[in-house]
């Protein structure tokens, strides 16, 4: 095998590894963005009552930290935004009891006696960051999980978003 042909075959199998190790750029939607909407996933209605209150609270917990940034301007319809905040606080299970009424639903529900209603899942806390134009049922432009990452006062999730939005605003 000549000098050439072995350099080749050394070089081709060395750039997989190159390649990945290169991190994926963070979004430079994000950084240009002006304006934010903070939601959960029950809607942007913090008064609906299907809203949990652990998530009522990380969406003021959320909008707190945003303003004390001071980078976004928050906005309160969607159609004002360009980022959408999604947050969920992290929990094992939660029920609520009560007597509902379904009126028009042909779902049957008892007309007296307990309700209950669970939603379980990632024990973790999310914040995930939507492009606003597309909305909530596409892929996040960036998303993490942590552990007590939407309590006040750190907002760790939040405080995670501000590091990559200035580092990346810093690169070229």
Known sequence: MTRRALCFLVASLLVPFVVAKEKPAFPKFIVSAKYVLVTTYFGDNLADSRVPPADRQAV??????????????????????????????????????????????????PSVGPIT??????????LAVYNAALGTDTAPLWRDRMQ???????VKLVRELRTKVEAAAKTP
Not at 80 to 102: F, P, Q, Y
């Open 148 to 154: 007590e990452g939407l309590s006040a006062p750190d």
């Open 117 to 126: 209603d669970v939603d379980a899942g990632d024990p973790q806390d999310m």
């Open 60 to 109: 003021i917990d959320v909008q707190d930290a945003i303003r004390d940034w001071g980078r976004y301007s928050l906005v309160y319809e969607r159609k004002n935004a360009e980022l959408i905040i999604l947050v969920r606080k992290g929990r094992t299970a939660e029920t609520r009891d009560g007597i509902g009424i379904h009126a028009g639903s042909n779902r049957p529900s």
